[in-house]
């Protein structure tokens, strides 16, 4: 699965689960989800939950950090570090 593909999937999931605060389709790769209330504690389970069904990611408790949930971009590039291990 490529990069653009998991990106392509991410975004989606955060337009259909958190337009209401603000996921757009046009949303910047660096935009940080948590400091713009796009994401909250609430929101990083979802997502946690999604990538384990989904994408077949394990999220272990301590992965989850801002320095992989805080942007599409971080959270692309963590997703394809999971798949490649």
């Keep these: 699965m490529s ?3 998991i990106e392509s999937q991410l975004r989606a999931f955060l337009v259909d689960n958190f337009g209401y605060r603000g996921a757009t389709p046009d949303l910047g790769r660096d935009v ?3 400091d713009e209330g796009i994401l909250d504690s609430t929101g990083v389970l ?3 939950a999604w990538l384990e069904s989904a994408l077949g990611v394990t999220v272990a408790d301590d992965e989850m950090v ?3 949930f805080g942007s599409i971009a ?3 590039s963590y997703v394809e570090r999971k798949k490649k291990s």
């Design 3 to 5: 990069d653009s593909s």
């Design 32 to 34: 940080p989800l948590l």
């Design 46 to 48: 979802e997502i946690v």
């Design 66 to 68: 801002p320095d992989h």
């Design 74 to 76: 971080l959270l692309t």
